[in-house]
């Protein structure tokens, strides 16, 4: 990794760590993703997964270019073993330093890979989050994907082209609170949301 960049497998070891903690009989519960049981945000963590790491490959096609809006995600058989996959190969793919150079795809959105680095740091934070606070987990993110999911949800907040929050209207946290509330509020979560 060179001094721009940061290895996404930290944080991807935690979310595959929270998904293995998910029981079956917690698949209905709702998150704070209002659209989302936990089997939807596990099916969307699974999906990301792999659209970001085509990112990472610069192998553009359906993975990539399907907005993540379009269906609700939902998982199947195996989805533990596919998620956990799919995470492993997502850190390993951004391990490529030319993975962050140039231009990429994800979300059907055209972006420089640095930014979709920032994107996908992003997901996983906030979604690992959401998937822990669901579930009744503990939950830590890596300290460089927190920083790198706070800076892009920061830049996205004061973008008056993007209205606000990237997944809602910014949620106020005071300014001392820790650096995840921060980063949650700014999502559009309420740091203090539970089941």
């Known amino acids: ?9 930290p944080q991807a070891r935690i979310v595959a760590r929270l998904a293995d903690g998910v029981d079956e009989e917690r698949l209905a519960d709702r998150t704070p993703c209002p659209d989302y049981a936990v089997r939807n945000l596990l099916g969307h963590l699974a999906g990301l997964s792999v659209a970001f790491r085509d990112a990472a490959r610069k192998d553009l096609g359906v993975t990539t270019g399907t907005p993540p809006g379009a269906s609700v995600p939902d998982i199947a058989s195996g989805w533990r073993e596919e998620l956990s996959k799919a995470l492993d190969e997502l850190a390993d793919a951004w391990r490529d330093p030319a993975a962050w150079t140039g231009m990429t795809r994800a979300g059907g959105v055209d972006l420089p890979g640095a930014v979709a680095a920032a994107v996908v740091a992003d997901e996983l934070v906030v979604h690992g989050w959401d998937l822990a606070r669901a579930t009744g987990q503990a939950y830590d993110p890596d300290p460089a994907a927190l920083r790198a999911a706070y800076g892009f949800l920061h830049a996205a907040a004061e973008d008056p082209t993007r209205g606000g929050g990237i997944f809602g209207p910014v949620v106020p946290v005071r300014a001392d609170a820790p650096l995840l509330d921060r980063a949650l509020g700014l999502s559009g979560r309420n740091p203090g949301w539970t089941p």
């Open 1 to 9: 990794m060179t001094d721009n960049t940061f290895d996404l497998g």
